[in-house]
Nanobody
Framework: QLRLVDSGGGLVQPGGSLRLSCAAS????????IAWFRRAPGKEREGVSC????????NFKDFVKGRFTISRDNDKNTVFRQMNSLRPEDAGIYYC??????????????????WGQGAQVTVSS
């Protein structure tokens, strides 16, 4: 069974950068789609970005386009999300999620069966 571990969160000033990691074990990620969801204080969990590993196709919500990117290290079975130009409204707990999806694209609905434990991102001066 696939297991995911989130890491890389922290405190950063507005305009700063962080890189989140989603490390997988129990299976190789090349058959999966990986997505990140955010739960901001007082708000519902929302999808932010995702990647379909085999095709490399990605999907980003408009509010992170141009600021966030996704990459992967196949040897480490890990997916990374680089977050640049962070804003206070980007703060929250970020969870990576994984699942096998049809086709060659990922989605941002919280129906993935495997989840990491979350990583706290705080953006504050």
């Amino acid at each position: 069974q696939l297991r995911l571990v989130d890491s890389g969160g922290g405190l950063v000033q507005p305009g700063g950068s962080l890189r989140l990691s989603c490390a997988a074990s129990g299976d190789t990620l090349d058959r999966y789609a990986i997505a990140w969801f955010r739960r901001a204080p007082g708000k519902e969990r929302e999808g932010v970005s995702c990647i379909f590993i085999r095709s490399g196709n990605t999907n980003f919500k408009d509010f992170v386009k141009g600021r966030f990117t996704i990459s992967r290290d196949n040897d480490k079975n890990t997916v990374f999300r680089q977050m640049n130009s962070l804003r206070p409204e980007d703060a929250g707990i970020y969870y990576c999620a994984a699942g096998m999806v049809g086709g060659s694209t990922c989605h941002l609905f919280p129906t993935y069966p495997y989840w990491g434990q979350g990583a706290q991102v705080t953006v504050s001066s």
